[in-house]
T-cell receptor, first 109, second 116 residues
């Protein structure tokens, strides 16, 4: 089974940086996804890490340390539209995605 | 990019009735489709995995006779909630995976089910 932990809520101001941490315990680890989800909508893909290190994609970066069971999503130059829930999801085996409860990020002016 | 649609987006039904939710991959062939359920402020929970032309694989604790899944073609999967009860009220989201060498799942917009 999975044990995926991420903070419940985070608040930051427009233009700032926020880092959302995710820790996990799993068997059959085959990568970690980050998704963004606005209320009442489907999750949208942000990143996928399967090797250790940092992956940068525009204002968003994702980091993975497999030995520590740890990942983070870094959001830079925050915009109001970045207010959403951010989901950490671990891929176990070939297809099973197990999600964390999500971190609600609120961006304030 | 890959697009997945769901229909209906919202449905209200009476207790004891059945509801069918459709999930379609619009611009790719989905070899595998997934059904998730999400309660308010909670995580997405995988209910079942279906491959075209074969029986769905249900996660532990999910009643296969209550949540009927059909994956009749490479672009369509349906979830039927049978004899719905108020506790089945939830946000149901499907996802689809195309190429067998890709792990990315494309999510549909979700269906809000309310059972009265």
């Amino acid at each position: 089974g999975q044990n995926i932990d991420q903070p419940t809520e985070m608040t930051a101001t427009e233009g700032a940086i926020v880092q959302i941490n995710c820790t996990y315990q799993t068997s059959g680890f085959n990568g970690l996804f980050w998704y963004q989800q606005h209320a009442g909508e489907a999750p949208t893909f942000l990143s996928y890490n399967v090797l250790d290190g940092l992956e940068e994609k525009g204002r968003f970066s994702s980091f993975l340390s497999r030995s520590k069971g740890y990942s983070y999503l870094l959001l830079k130059e925050l915009q109001m539209k970045d207010s959403a829930s951010y989901l950490c999801a671990v891929l176990e085996g070939d297809y099973k995605l197990s999600f964390g409860a999500g971190t609600t990020v609120t961006v304030r002016a | 990019g890959a697009v997945v649609s769901q229909h209906p987006s919202r449905v209200i039904c009476k207790s004891g009735t059945s509801v069918k939710i459709e999930c379609r991959s619009l611009d790719f062939q989905a070899t595998t489709m997934f059904w998730y359920r999400q309660f308010p402020k909670q995580s997405l929970m995988l209910m079942a995995t279906s491959n075209e032309g074969s029986k769905a694989t249900y996660e532990q604790g999910v009643e296969k006779d209550k949540f009927l899944i059909n994956h009749a073609s490479l672009t369509l999967s349906t979830l039927t909630v049978t004899s719905a009860h108020p506790e089945d009220s939830s946000f149901y989201i499907c996802s689809a995976r195309g190429e067998t060498n890709s792990y990315e799942q494309y999510f549909g917009p979700g269906t809000r089910l309310t059972v009265t």
